[in-house]
């Protein structure tokens, strides 16, 4: 069944306005007609059966029937990528919401190349990929922020895998030794972290230097990889 992400309050009998490419969507490429239903998630209200209500000039009319699925938050687990280029982030945007990233946060590293970013264009990607995984939410996309920035503010309740391309201990022991909670993964531009950015990163105290391996990656590799290892040691893939 088609669905769709609407970021509106769901409730028994509620009116949905979709956007006009969702009408669009729906009525031109879908060929959906009056009373005819699909499934609307919101972010907060878990899943619902709605039904198109009316079929305007100017778009759609939904209306919510029934919940069909409880809220579940995703694991709380962030993707720190450096702004590379284009096709690699968006593809990366695309993965990390299919492997569950609560958000997704762009830095710029001391070997970051100027991108052209359009982040609306980051977030329609991650609308998308919820819509077509069974998430119930879709990932933040947040502006490119400066690395040293980023450490000066970090949290220190939540870990930092860093991803070092130079080595670092095998990953899933060295993620299950470090335990669940909340976390993030750091992913480096093309080139990688300059010497200071990787000394500094090894010396902070909730950092967990990991290997992906004998290759260098990719970064929107990297990213798909080292997501894939932290779910499968701590995630939530056992739900």
């Known amino acids: 069944m088609i669905r769709l992400h609407i970021p509106q309050p769901l409730s028994p009998g509620a009116a949905l306005a979709p956007t006009l490419d969702q009408s669009r969507y729906l009525t031109q490429v879908m060929r959906l007609k009056a009373g005819d239903d699909l499934l609307v998630f919101n972010g907060t209200d878990g899943e619902w059966r709605v039904s198109i209500a ?42 990390a919401t299919e492997l569950g990233a609560a958000r997704i946060r762009l830095v710029n590293t001391a070997r970051t190349q100027p991108q052209h970013l359009r982040l609306d264009r980051l977030d329609a990607i991650a609308e998308e990929s919820a819509e077509q995984t069974g998430r119930l939410d879709v990932p933040l ?99």
């Open 54 to 95: 009316e079929v305007l000039k100017k778009g759609v009319v939904l209306k919510a029937e029934e919940p069909v699925r409880d809220q579940i938050n995703p694991p709380d687990v962030h993707l720190l990528i450096a702004t590379v280029k284009k096709a690699a982030l968006e593809f990366a945007v695309e993965k």
């Open 141 to 239: 996309v947040d502006e490119p922020v400066k690395l040293d920035a980023l450490l000066d503010g970090w949290d220190v309740s939540r870990r930092l895998m860093f991803c070092d391309e130079t080595g670092g201990a095998p990953a899933i022991p060295a993620l299950q030794a470090a335990g669940a909670g909340p976390w993030a993964i750091l992913i480096g531009p093309e080139g990688g972290f300059t010497p200071e950015e990787a000394e500094r990163l090894r010396a902070l105290p909730f950092t967990t230097a990991v290997s992906l391996g004998p290759r260098i990656l990719r970064a929107d590799t990297a990213a798909t990889t080292a997501l894939t290892l932290w779910q499968a040691a701590i995630g939530d893939w056992d739900r």
